[in-house]
Every structure is written in structure tokens, then in C-alpha cells.
């Protein structure tokens, strides 16, 4: 079982940078597949970026891409989400999600997800 847990949500100035970190516990990020997911009020959960097991390959939602990096840090077993330049357009509750297998880009089929970080960029 891997418990997930998001940190470093808050309010954030448009243009600005804000970082979120997702601690992993019960097995490594270096043998999981991970990803952030966000939800925005009366939308459904969205694709923000992901990375296959090892890191060798990343991808990420056309809304994002070019403005948002994910990375991990397998000492700290945590994974992160450097949000450059947020725009109003990004407030949502921002998920991190991990699977023991691989998994499709974009797919939401993770079988561990965390409690979610409201993230919340003023105009």
C-alpha cells in the first residue's frame, strides 16, 4: 500500500512560481509510475504531467505544457510539480497519484492517489 501525501498548495500571484510536493511512503518512486492530476470546481479531474517509473520519460496536458516540470527526488521518495508562470486557469485541487505498473499517459487508472492541495492563482 503507498500513501500519498501533497503539500505546498496555497494562493499564488499570476506570473508567479509555486512548487507542490507529493511525499510517497510504502514503496519508492523510483519503482512507481507518478503523476499530478487537477480538479477544478464542477470540471473533471485533468491530466497535469507525469513520469514513467525510472524518469526516463515525462509528459504532459496541452493546458500546461512549456509552463509546468515535474520531478522526483528518490532520496527524499517525493515527487514534485514546479508550476512557472500559473495563470487564474490553474486554480484546482492538484492530486498526486503513483502506480506499481506501467500506465498510459494521461490515464487516471492509478491505484493510489493522495488527499489533494488547493492551488489557487489570483488574477
Known amino acids: 500500500q503507498v500513501q500519498l501525501v501533497e503539500s505546498g498548495g496555497g494562493l499564488v500571484q499570476a506570473g508567479a512560481s509555486l512548487r507542490l510536493s507529493c511525499e510517497a511512503s510504502?514503496?519508492?518512486?523510483?519503482?512507481?509510475?507518478m503523476a499530478w492530476f487537477r480538479q477544478a470546481p464542477g470540471k473533471e479531474r485533468e491530466f497535469v504531467a507525469g513520469?514513467?517509473?525510472?524518469?526516463?520519460?515525462?509528459f504532459y496536458g496541452d493546458s500546461v505544457q512549456g509552463r509546468f516540470t515535474i520531478s522526483k527526488d528518490s532520496a527524499r521518495n517525493s515527487v514534485y510539480l514546479q508550476m512557472h508562470n500559473p495563470k487564474p486557469e490553474d486554480t484546482a485541487v492538484y492530486f498526486c497519484?503513483?502506480?506499481?505498473?506501467?500506465?498510459?499517459?494521461?490515464?487516471?487508472?492509478?491505484?493510489?492517489w493522495g488527499p489533494g492541495t488547493q492551488v489557487t492563482v489570483s488574477s
Open positions: 510504502g514503496d519508492t518512486v523510483s519503482r512507481l509510475a
Open positions: 513520469m514513467t517509473w525510472a524518469a526516463f520519460r515525462t
Open positions: 497519484a503513483a502506480n506499481p505498473r506501467p500506465i498510459a499517459p494521461g490515464s487516471k487508472e492509478y491505484d493510489f
